[in-house]
Each structure stands twice: as C-alpha cells, then as structure tokens.
C-alpha cells in the first residue's frame, strides 16, 4: 500500500473518532470499538474492497459531520445530537418482505 493511501485510511480514521466525541458517551463508546474493529479487520483487503470501504466510511462521515456539531476536546457538557437516518422511506421495503413470514 502507498504512503498516500495510508495517510488517507488514517486521516478518514482520525476524523471519524473526531466526529464520534459529539455522540452521547454510550454511542461514542460503541462506535469507536466499532471504527477500530473494522479499520483493522480491512486492513489487508484487495484494492477493490478497500476502495468500496473508503466510500462507504466517507458516506457516513459526511452524514456524521452534517448531523453534528463537534463540541471541542476540552467541553465538558454535550449537547443533545441528532443523530441516525431516516427509515421513513425503506418500511415500504420491509413490509413487503415480511408480509406472511411471522406466524
């Protein structure tokens, strides 16, 4: 792997732990180990799935970053986020799905 390639895993990394500090602690408790589980279970994938795991991680840093506001290192209160996406549209989805497979 390029030098380049690990600055940009690292730089998505670090900026992901970043936004993860304006979560409620038990949120950000969760999604760290999660982050940290998955960076290290990628970290010797072929380059096509590295790739499609960078975008998927960009995506949801984007959505991340947009729903919140990091509060600096140094704050002691946190204020309440919003945080999540919206599953109005994909209940179409599941219903038709599980129409007749619950007895």
């Not at 279970?41 to 998927?56: I, L, N, S």
């Not at 986020?81 to 549209?89: A, E, F, I, W």
Request: aromatic letters at 10%; hydrophobic letters at 35%.
């Amino acid at each position: 792997m390029s030098r380049a390639h690990v600055s940009i895993v690292r730089s998505l990394y670090k900026r992901i732990l970043v936004l993860h500090r304006s979560l409620p602690l038990e949120l950000q408790a969760v999604g760290d180990e999660y982050v940290k589980a998955e960076f290290r279970r990628h970290k010797d994938v072929p380059t096509y799935e590295a790739a499609k795991f960078m975008v998927e991680w960009k995506n949801y840093a984007d959505t991340l970053s947009e729903q919140v506001n990091p509060a600096p290192p140094s704050a002691t209160y946190q204020t309440p986020v919003n945080v999540g996406q919206h599953l109005d549209n994909c209940i179409g989805w599941f219903k038709t799905r599980t129409i007749g497979t619950t007895s």
